[in-house]
Each structure stands twice: as structure tokens, then as C-alpha cells.
């Protein structure tokens, strides 16, 4: 049973900086890529970032510039460093990782900029 743990979210004033962490049960290596997924009220879930086992990295064109996905294998944690935030970035934001056939996720975190 694989198990995600995000932590990090909260209340920010736009252009103030978060950072998630997503905490995995198992190492992070064993999965072909993690990610960061948001979904705001009456919207659909969307892609925010990814790495994959690589090292290869992928941003929505939304946050390009502004957000940073990292990783420290030691503590089997990935990160989603936010910076020059705005409103439109106010979510819940799931950690998500791939293994074959199989997708994980994590329970959520909310994020919420004020304007």
C-alpha cells in the first residue's frame, strides 16, 4: 500500500510564497514519475508539475517561472516550491505518483491566495 502525505498549504497574500511537501511511504525511485495536480471549486483537476524518475521536469504553462518541483530521495519527499503567487493559483492541491498501470494520491492540501 503506497501512501502520500502532503503538507505546506494554507493562507498566502498574492505574490507570497508556499511551499508543498509531499511525503511518500515508500522510495520515491520506484515510481516512474510524481507530481503536483490542483483542482479549484467547479473545476477539473490539472497537471501543475511533474518529475519524472529521470529528473525530467514538466510545469503547466500557468506556473512556469513561478513554481520549482524538487526532490530529496533521503526523506523519500517531493517538493512544490510556489513563489510570486496569485489568486488564480487558490486549490487543493494533490500529490500524485505513477507506477506501471497504478496511480497514488494523496488527500490534499489547500492552498488559498488572497488578493
Known amino acids: 500500500q503506497v501512501q502520500l502525505v502532503e503538507s505546506g498549504g494554507g493562507l498566502v497574500l498574492a505574490g507570497g510564497s508556499l511551499r508543498l511537501s509531499c511525503a511518500a511511504s515508500?522510495?520515491?525511485?520506484?515510481?516512474?514519475?510524481m507530481g503536483w495536480y490542483r483542482q479549484a471549486p467547479g473545476k477539473q483537476r490539472e497537471l501543475v508539475a511533474i518529475i519524472t524518475n529521470g529528473g525530467d521536469r514538466n510545469f503547466a504553462d500557468s506556473v512556469k517561472g513561478r513554481f520549482t518541483i524538487s526532490r530529496d530521495s533521503a526523506k523519500d519527499t517531493v517538493y512544490l516550491q510556489m513563489n510570486s503567487l496569485k489568486p488564480e493559483d487558490t486549490a487543493v492541491y494533490y500529490c500524485n505518483a505513477e507506477r506501471g498501470p497504478n496511480n497514488y494520491w494523496g488527500q490534499g492540501t489547500q492552498v488559498t491566495v488572497s488578493s
Open positions: 515508500r522510495s520515491i525511485f520506484t515510481f516512474t514519475a
